[in-house]
């Protein structure tokens, strides 16, 4: 809003080389970011006023040779983790949707979460974003970008199979990875949502692995060898949608660009696996060499042990009868806090909480009311099995 001619600038920079499309540079217009600087408030005005900024550099390049550009709403991760309790779920939810509405009022084509290291965050800002569009009545496609450490999984410890168990039935109209690493170190996951996604696939990395030198960070991979892994995640694993993140340049995508396009994506025999997922991995319902089993000990209605712990609020001793059926061979954990005299939405929200992090398996949600379900719900960042409702 103070420069807005030094982001048309670099928006102009890389439609120049050639993309179909640009990010918005509203990475850091969402709370958890504006609200170290006070300035929360200011998501909406941000959101749009970057929105509005691409949009124009977009619509200037179609209106000199006739081809469409698109706009994509960045969408970022912020700076706290809800499944870590930093903030709440709803908070962010509808801090989100407010970042999304002023991306569409602004002229998004559409909206991109990305960078995303707590499944959780992730879910907030999707149903945030679809909030937003169901809002405005309008219908774009909502993305969406995890990342994934050089640790092979995400920030939290979640794999790929956990994140597309988790994100692809909210029904996000692409997946894929961005940061953290360069291309080589994307292709095995990449492999894995090529083998297992229902929907378009989408790869952005950056140039290779920062090295810290006497001027700062620096990018190693070069333009050539950045166009040599996008067109053969094309050509492969059937990418949909490829470009750069950190340290990739105009030249970078340039050369991307002359290497894919008019590429065909190659097919892809989708063997999708359905079942639920913890924060850490997924578990498929059908099992090889038995059956599903669901540790059932969980449950105020079923265990007088566990009861007991949660009646006298020793929660610890909750996870510790959850982590003896994880140690038992459950594949599923059931919870059920329904009790009489009991506040069950405070329960939950205490017992999930706990259980998002300790537990690597995913949870059933058991109980007869609704507002207790979404309580757990809110707490989970993996793909839950509802129960009783």
Sequence with gaps: VTRPDIVASVHEAYFAVGVDCVETNTFGANFAALAEYDIAGRVGELSEAGARIAREVAD??????GRQRWVLGSMGPGTKLPTLGHVEYRTLRDAYQANAEGLVVGGADALLVETTQDLLQTKAAVLGARRALEALGVDLPVICSVTVETTGTMLLGSEIGAALCALEPLGIDMIGLNCATGPAEMSEHLRYLARHSRIPLLCMPNAGLPE???DGARYP??????????EGFVREYGLSLVGGCCGTTPEHLRQVVERVRGLVPAGREVRPEPGAASLYQAVPFRQDTAYLAIGERTNANGSKRFRTAMLQGRWEDCVEIAREQIREGAHLLDVCVD???RDGV???AELAGRLATASTLPIVLDSTEPAVIAAGLEKLGGRAVINSV
């Design 60 to 65: 200037s390049f179609t209106g000199r040779d």
């Design 212 to 214: 810290l030198t006497a």
């Design 346 to 348: 405070a329960d939950m």
């Design 221 to 230: 991979l070069t333009a050539g060898e950045l166009a040599d892994a996008q």
């Design 339 to 341: 009790y009489v005299g």
